[in-house]
């Protein structure tokens, strides 16, 4: 992902509202089964890129981040 992406998506990060923020929680489970449940390594990879984007994001909105990993423990 290139810098700009990832300063948009900062940005993008700071300002979502409790709708955004459990819909962002809403996709990291959801790309994290499609990783699980992927066959292929092409799926592996996208989806596991995909979580760890979205992993990111949710760090970025959570002041204790011990909690949110508890939280999405396997």
């Given at each position: 992902?290139?810098?700009?992406?990832?300063?948009?998506?900062?940005?993008?990060?700071c300002?979502?509202?409790?709708?955004?923020?459990?819909?962002?929680?809403?996709?990291?489970?959801?790309?994290?089964?499609?990783?699980?449940?992927?066959?292929?390594?092409?799926?592996?990879e996208?989806?596991?890129?995909?979580?760890?984007?979205?992993?990111?994001?949710?760090?970025?909105?959570?002041a204790?981040?011990?909690?949110l990993?508890t939280?999405?423990?396997?």
């Amino acid at each position: 992902m290139c810098d700009s992406a990832i300063s948009f998506l900062a940005i993008a990060s700071c300002s979502l509202s409790s709708r955004d923020k459990h819909e962002l929680e809403l996709d990291f489970k959801r790309f994290w089964e499609e990783f699980r449940s992927s066959n292929s390594e092409k799926e592996k990879e996208a989806a596991l890129n995909l979580t760890v984007d979205a992993f990111c994001r949710l760090v970025k909105q959570h002041a204790n981040v011990a909690h949110l990993v508890t939280q999405y423990e396997c």
